[in-house]
């Protein structure tokens, strides 16, 4: 199909086993974000045009790696996902190809494999971008007007995110309730903000402008499938769970705390401003009472204070499952 792409994203794995996953959709063209508040009527059709993508389904995709051949097939929205069986990969990022024969597609993807006991899962919108994502009237006009450039980081971020990561030796998860139609957008925002390359876990493709102002409720439910999905794929390792107070983070990471205590080694909530004091207290009490490490912030200096004290014992103690 001449107006169709395939685009790969990041997969993760073990050394002998991966997940990779993208979308097939109807092309679209969008050029490097640049930085001018003139800018503002561009980055708002780069948008649009985001939110108009469209998925071609039920195609056979081939995926490549060192030698060895995987098939799927798309779902109808475009969406493909693989588990493969590897041959004893080392750790770090290693690239794959991905094929489409009916519509002479290619594509290049790039799979993380680590070997580590301990990974972090963070969440984006409020944790480390600044979104006001339960203010539409705030929210709208930075997702339409802004790009990956001039969107803002909280302050601080970037450092203890990367010394979370020991600098891309260990892995990290970005899991949204944001939809895949913003993959380009967050992977750039990551790159240019210094923040620690990771996998994106993200929501189902949207492809009506009007989704934008929908509810998000069954979006964040897709969240703790990811991170059991993750608990699940890797069974022998420990997870740092990283949210905010703003939405249903802090539900969510008692669910799974609740599930697999001894697979959460600590949780961090950044603390948004009007956040009910009462919510907080409940959630910690129930985080304590399964002896796990418990931190709300809200600067990064408080979190990179934290993790100064506690960071090698939250390591060793991952070191090994009960």
């Not at 709208?140 to 601080?156: D, S």
């Not at 129930?286 to 960071?311: G, M, P, T, V, W």
Request: aromatic share 14%; net charge positive; charged share 25%.
């Amino acid at each position: 199909m001449k107006y169709a792409r395939v685009i790969p994203y990041f997969g993760y794995g073990s050394s002998t086993r991966g997940r990779v996953m993208g979308h097939i959709i109807r092309k679209y063209k969008i050029k490097d974000p640049k930085n001018g508040w003139w800018r503002a009527p561009k980055n708002m059709q780069d948008m649009m045009k985001r939110f108009r993508l469209k998925g071609v389904g039920r195609y056979t995709v081939a995926i490549s790696i060192y030698g060895k051949r995987y098939t799927t097939i798309s779902e109808e929205d475009g969406f493909f996902e693989l588990e493969m069986q590897l041959d004893h990969l080392p750790e770090g990022w290693h690239e794959y190809e991905v094929y489409v024969p009916d519509l002479k597609l290619f594509g290049q993807g790039e799979l993380f494999i680590t070997q580590s006991k301990m990974a972090v899962i963070s969440d984006i919108d409020d944790t480390f971008l600044i979104s006001h994502a339960l203010k539409k009237w705030k929210k709208l006009p930075l997702l339409l007007f802004k790009n990956a450039l001039n969107r803002k980081p909280f302050l601080g971020r970037s450092k203890w995110y990367n010394r979370l990561a020991k600098e891309g030796t260990q892995p990290l998860f970005y899991i949204s309730s944001s939809e895949w139609n913003l993959f380009d957008f967050l992977r750039k925002f990551v790159e240019h903000h210094q923040f620690p390359k990771g996998v994106f876990l993200l929501n189902r493709l949207k492809s009506r402008w009007g989704d934008l102002i929908q509810k998000q409720g069954e979006h964040h439910q897709l969240k703790k499938f990811y991170i059991l999905q993750l608990l699940a794929d890797f069974p022998e390792m420990k997870f740092m769970l990283i949210g905010d107070s703003g939405q249903q983070d802090m539900q969510i990471y008692q669910d799974i705390a609740s599930h697999s205590p001894h697979r959460i080694s600590a949780i961090l909530i950044h603390q948004l401003p009007k956040t009910s004091q009462e919510k907080v207290r409940q959630f910690s009490a129930r985080i304590n009472a399964l002896d796990i490490s418990f931190h709300l912030f809200q600067s990064s200096k408080e979190a990179e204070s934290y993790l100064q004290n506690n960071l090698p014992s939250l390591i060793m103690n991952d070191a090994e499952l009960p």
